[in-house]
C-alpha cells in the first residue's frame, strides 16, 4: 500500500547544483502536484498535472521544471539551485472518486542548499 | 482576492476548548470541500471532507454554506492532540484540481 512516495527525504546541495525529486504514485491518479513549504508557511503549489503528456505551472514555478512521461511519475527538477529553494518538498496526487476527490502526499523532501 | 482564504491564526486554546475555523472561497463553482490536517514536519492528511448538509465526525464537525462560499470547522472538548494546523481545501471550479489555503495553526495548552 505505498501511496505517493518521494526521495529522496533528506538532501544538501550546493548553489548551482541541480537535481531531480522523484515522486511515484500507485493508485493511477491523475493529478499529481508538486507544493513547497518553507518553515512557518503555507504550501505553495510549483507545478501540477492533470494527465500523462500534461504539466502546468502553479504560483511559484520560476526555478523548477517537471515533465510527466507516465501516469505513475512526476519528477521535479532544480536546475540551478539557490539558498531561495531551501524548504521542504510535498509532492501529492488525487482523482476524483464518487463525488469525491482526496489527495494523499508523499512524506516530503527537506532540501537544503548551501 | 485568493481562491481560499483563512482565518490567519494562530489559535492558542485550552484543553476542553470548543474552536471554530472559518474559510471562505472565490469560485462559486468549486464542488468538493476538505479540511485537511497537518502535524509540524509532517504531510498533510485528509481529516474530514465537507459535505452540504454538513457532517460530523466524533468531536469535529464541518459545515458548508455555499450561498455565503464559506466552510467551518468546529472542534469540541479539544484534546492536546489535536494541535496541528488545519487546512481548508476546495477544487477549483470546473475542475478536480484541489486548491489548499494557508492553513490556520492551533495549539492546545494543558
Known amino acids: 500500500n505505498a501511496g505517493v512516495t518521494q526521495t529522496p527525504k533528506f538532501r544538501i546541495l550546493k548553489i548551482g547544483q541541480s537535481m531531480t525529486l522523484q515522486c511515484a504514485q500507485d493508485?493511477?491518479?491523475?493529478?499529481m502536484y508538486w507544493y513547497r513549504q518553507d518553515p512557518g508557511m503555507g504550501l505553495k503549489l510549483i507545478y501540477y498535472?492533470?494527465?500523462?503528456?500534461?504539466?502546468d505551472k502553479g504560483e511559484v514555478p520560476n526555478g523548477y521544471n517537471v515533465s510527466r512521461s507516465t501516469t505513475e511519475d512526476f519528477p521535479l527538477r532544480l536546475e540551478l539551485a539557490a539558498p531561495s529553494q531551501t524548504s521542504v518538498y510535498f509532492c501529492?496526487?488525487?482523482?476524483?472518486?464518487?463525488?469525491?476527490?482526496?489527495?494523499?502526499f508523499g512524506q516530503g523532501t527537506r532540501l537544503t542548499v548551501v | 482576492r485568493k481562491e481560499v482564504e483563512q482565518d490567519p491564526g494562530p489559535f492558542n486554546v485550552p484543553e476542553g476548548a470548543t474552536v471554530a475555523f472559518n474559510c471562505t472561497y472565490s469560485?462559486?463553482?468549486?464542488?468538493?470541500f476538505f479540511w485537511y490536517r497537518q502535524d509540524c514536519r509532517k504531510e498533510p492528511k485528509l481529516l474530514m471532507s465537507v459535505y452540504s448538509s454538513g457532517n460530523e465526525d466524533g468531536r469535529f464537525t464541518a459545515q458548508l454554506n455555499r450561498a455565503s462560499q464559506y466552510i467551518s470547522l468546529l472542534i469540541r472538548d479539544s484534546k492536546l492532540s489535536d494541535s496541528a494546523t488545519y487546512l481548508c481545501v476546495v477544487t477549483q471550479g470546473g475542475s478536480e484540481k484541489l486548491v489548499f489555503g494557508k492553513g490556520t495553526k492551533l495549539t492546545v495548552n494543558p
Open positions: 501529492a496526487s488525487s482523482e476524483l472518486q464518487g463525488g469525491n476527490t482526496e489527495a494523499f
Open positions: 498535472s492533470v494527465g500523462a503528456g500534461i504539466t
Open positions: 469560485n462559486s463553482a468549486s464542488q468538493s
Open positions: 493508485m493511477n491518479h491523475n493529478y
